[in-house]
């Protein structure tokens, strides 16, 4: 049965990632944040497969809830049309193909030059969320403000590329 709804719930996780960013039945933004909380709701089912039960809750009420509700008010507020698509320059488009790929190398230099990282040990399921915090912001503290920072470009992007050309 845990084999079952792993499968379940990963390909919800999967379709739901496919979904967001490559809709084929609607260009609205505000679908594509849809299937962001579907996503959201996938992972933590996985999260309660793991006997992460904290993290699950949490990823409902903080992603699930509050970041989405953040993304559709920022998406309603620009008043974006289905119809709208900006023209793009050819001098856009080829920086940001050099900063994605530049990005590309140095994720991958990262991964493969790094010496092997000790992980520590899982906290205790049944311990609270005194652990994790403790593991978090003692051995995760800069994945969580990347995350933070992820977070922010990600609003900012939403903004620039929903923009509205004024000539």
């Known amino acids: ?54 993290l699950a809750a949490i990823q409902i009420l903080v ?9 559709l008010f920022v998406l309603m507020l620009l008043n974006l049309r289905e119809e709208q698509r900006r023209k793009y320059s050819l001098v856009k488009g080829f920086l940001g193909t050099l900063l994605v790929g530049l990005l590309a190398s140095f994720l991958i230099g990262t991964i493969f030059g790094a010496p092997a990282l000790t992980v520590p040990g899982p906290a205790p399921m049944n311990a609270g969320a005194g652990p994790l915090g403790k593991m978090l912001f003692l051995h995760y503290l800069l994945p969580f403000e990347v995350v933070s920072i992820l977070l922010l470009v990600a609003i900012i992007g939403v903004v620039i590329l929903s923009k509205k050309d004024i000539r």
């Open 1 to 54: 049965m845990q084999d079952a709804l792993f499968l379940l719930f990963a390909l919800v996780t999967l379709v739901g990632a496919v979904l967001v960013v490559a809709n084929p039945f609607s260009r609205d933004p505000v679908a594509s944040a849809m299937f962001l909380v579907v996503t959201f709701i996938g992972l933590s089912g996985l999260f309660v497969l793991l006997g992460a039960f904290f």
């Open 63 to 71: 992603y699930a809830g509050a970041v989405m509700v953040l993304f």
